[in-house]
């Protein structure tokens, strides 16, 4: 009570973590490239994408667009951190075919466009058109349940919901 007088904002403990792409759901564990199948990054799911637009899973904060646009990363109000990265080997495109609707320090609300891109030529030019959906921060993690949805409709999927230690 004294904290809504107050104007703190009571601890979030629970994300619940939505697609932020419509396309088919892929395991973690299936994602073609080692950094992400081995989770050397840390946890989380898959998209490979129907459609150029990826928008917020959650409400927080971004704390980073890579300068090649390939990559974005979001910090939640329970402190979990996101990184979606568009593609395989994307980096290598340089930005070409990416455009970032945000910046960093960008407050977000879940459903919001982040970065929009050419699929078709991410298909043509990478390695692999999958959205690895990352959490970072796996050490603030006390448990994660992961969809068993097979397809994503962006912003109603929900692919995982993560509960912190906090």
């Not at 088919?24 to 950094?35: F, L, Q, R």
């Not at 998209?47 to 917020?56: M, Q, R, Y």
């Not at 959650?58 to 704390?63: A, Q, S, T």
């Not at 603030?140 to 999927?157: H, Q, Y």
Request: cysteine-free.
């Amino acid at each position: 009570m004294f904290g809504k007088l107050f104007g703190k904002r009571e601890k979030v403990t629970e994300e619940h973590i939505m697609a932020p792409a419509g396309g088919n759901i892929v395991s973690i564990e299936n994602v073609p490239d080692p950094t992400f199948s081995e989770k050397m990054m840390g946890d989380g799911i898959a998209i490979d994408p129907s459609e150029g637009k990826v928008a917020a899973p959650i409400d927080g904060e971004v704390i980073q667009v890579f300068p090649t646009k390939h990559a974005v990363g979001i910090k939640g109000r329970s402190g979990i951190e996101l990184l979606i990265h568009i593609g395989l080997e994307t980096v290598s495109m340089n930005g070409e075919g990416f455009e970032a609707h945000v910046q960093a320090g960008d407050k977000v609300t879940a459903g919001q466009l982040l970065i929009s891109f050419d699929l078709n030529l991410v298909k043509e030019k990478a390695v692999s058109t999958v959205i690895p959906i990352v959490i970072t921060n796996m050490d603030i993690v006390e448990s994660l349940d992961k969809s068993s949805t097979s397809e994503a409709i962006p912003g109603e999927t929900e692919l995982m919901t993560v509960k912190t230690k906090r």
